[in-house]
């Protein structure tokens, strides 16, 4: 895999978290368990499915971490007593990680079926348009006032 530098380019300003955002997706990519889906289901919605059959609510946890979602699934440990000839059910202990985009939020999460849905929503900002004043070098030591004018 080749390293994407974001750093070095002059356009690139106020972009610095971007490296270290791609290099977490890249590194939490690797593992298939549990499968998933990502659908549009509006315009600024979002829906997140995991497949997590076999765990219950209290077993998964749903977090976000510096504009990281974070799902975790832990299942009960087995008490032993059961003999099983054949275990072909998955019940390991998991994470999934995906990156939020500015403006990103969780609407919420349940759980039908087996499946788990994490809702997103965009909120999209208001536009703000701010007018900067050009100076004489005469009078640059002293700050002018920004005229912010709001969008419609």
């Known amino acids: 895999m080749t390293k994407i530098s974001f750093g070095s380019h002059p356009y690139l300003l106020g972009f610095e978290q971007l490296e ?4 977490r997706t890249a590194k939490g990519s ?3 368990y549990p499968p998933f889906n990502i659908e549009a289901v509006a315009d600024n919605a979002y829906r997140i499915t995991l497949a997590v059959a076999g765990f219950r609510e209290e077993e ?8 990281q979602l974070v799902i975790r699934g832990r299942q009960a440990e087995d008490d032993g ?8 059910i998955a ?8 990156v939020l985009a500015d403006g990103v939020e969780v609407a919420g999460a349940h759980m039908e079926h087996g499946l788990l849905h994490v809702d ?7 536009t703000v348009v701010q007018t900067i004043p050009i100076r004489s070098p005469r009078v640059a030591d002293t700050p002018a006032p920004v005229k912010r004018i709001e969008a419609k």
Request: glycine share 8%; net charge positive.
């Open 20 to 23: 270290r955002l791609v290099e």
């Open 30 to 32: 690797g593992e298939g």
């Open 60 to 67: 998964l946890s749903i977090t976000v971490e510096d504009r």
């Open 81 to 88: 007593a059961r003999v099983w000839l054949h275990r072909g």
């Open 91 to 98: 019940s390991r202990a998991f994470q999934r990680s995906f």
């Open 120 to 126: 997103l929503r965009r909120v999209v900002p208001e």
